[in-house]
């Protein structure tokens, strides 16, 4: 995902799910500061269009990836970041990611599953969506208004994590990405050769991965 302003302010949590929020700046800092940003992958690499393998092994390797998207994902002025944007075959993405509200949320979510909402609570919100893996292009995209994502943090331990707005879209948009989904996939075959024109008219900002 492509990046917004980025406001700190802190709201309640319902306890089910992890707190994203408090010190969201340090911990964002930390983790970049121990990574090495890493060029990012564009449509047509292979790796983007095939689901990634399940973490099966939360160790030192696992951490250290995690530390360089966070890394890959500042240098690209990105919002989220799935492991295959940077090359890497697993199931894992980082956010540093504004809700509507302007609230911070600072995470990462290891083998993402997003919950299946009830279609009579589904508020969809066809707003602009970009990707830093279509650097350049943007398109319209409904997608609910409201997310819940569960998974495992870096230690193996089970979490959730939800979103609301432009929050709830990069958790969705993060969690694609891992099953081989780009947004673009989502499109009509017309806005997807728009998206396309788009991004082959601009020189992304950030170092990518060409395509041979």
Do not use: W
């Not at 081989?180 to 075959?189: F, Q, T």
């Amino acid at each position: 995902m492509t990046e917004h302003e980025q406001i700190d302010e802190a709201p309640e949590q319902s306890s089910e799910f992890i707190d994203d929020v408090t010190d969201a700046e340090a911990r964002e800092a930390a983790h970049r500061e121990r990574g090495t940003a890493r060029p990012i992958t564009v449509v047509g690499n292979p790796v983007l269009h095939r689901p990634c393998q399940v973490v099966t092994e939360f160790d030192d390797k696992l951490a250290q990836l995690i530390d360089d998207m966070f890394a890959s994902q500042r240098a690209a002025e990105g919002v989220g970041l799935a492991a295959n944007q940077i090359g890497v075959d697993l199931r894992v993405f980082v956010y540093d990611c504004p809700d509507d509200d302007g609230v911070r949320h600072v995470g990462h979510v290891v083998n993402p599953v997003l919950d299946e909402l009830p279609v009579e609570s589904r508020v969809l919100d066809d707003s602009d969506e970009g990707c830093l893996s279509v650097p350049g292009a943007y398109a319209p995209l409904p997608r609910p208004d409201y997310a819940i994502v569960r998974g495992q943090d870096m230690h193996g331990n089970p979490i959730a994590v939800h979103g609301t707005g432009y929050f709830a879209r990069c958790l969705q948009h993060e969690t694609d990405h891992l099953y081989g989904y780009l947004y673009i996939d989502r499109l009509s075959k017309r806005e997807r050769k728009d998206a396309l024109r788009q991004m082959a008219e601009l020189t992304p900002k950030y170092e990518t991965v060409p395509n041979d």
